[in-house]
């Protein structure tokens, strides 16, 4: 870190007049506080200026080539009166993941829907033939 001259020679008087190492250091801190703080506010209003300065350049930037699109829209207003629409694109037309069809051969399945569930035990024979002879279930 940099110090100015003020501060050498501050440092420089303080260890002069008195052999405290303790005292000294207290005082290089404090003068070390007091030059950070300085640095900050004068960072801060730099930083400030620079900002508002930016804001306005982009603010008269914005202005100018706003100007200069309301000037080529007015030519053309003059010259033929309104610029074609473009056409709107179509939507894409989103494809649905096609499903097996019962009966169409794919995974062993059998072609008539009236197979399924033969023999398995939602169908009503089967419930049937599991309900003969089984105990704990009633007949009616």
Known sequence: MKLSAGTTLAVAVALASCNNAEE??????????????LVD???????????TECATKVDSLG?????????????????????PAPKPKPAP??????????????????????KIGEGKLGSDTAKAKLGKGKVGVEKK
């Open 63 to 83: 202005n100018a080539a706003f100007a200069v699109y309301q000037e080529e829209a007015a030519k053309l207003a003059k010259k033929g009166g309104k610029k």
């Open 41 to 51: 506010e004068k960072l801060n209003a730099l930083t400030e200026q620079v900002n």
């Open 24 to 37: 000294v250091k207290k005082q290089v801190d404090a003068q070390n506080a007091t030059i950070q703080t």
């Open 93 to 114: 037309k989103k494809e649905e993941p096609k499903k097996p069809q019962m009966g169409d051969g794919k995974q062993g399945m059998d072609k008539t829907p009236a």
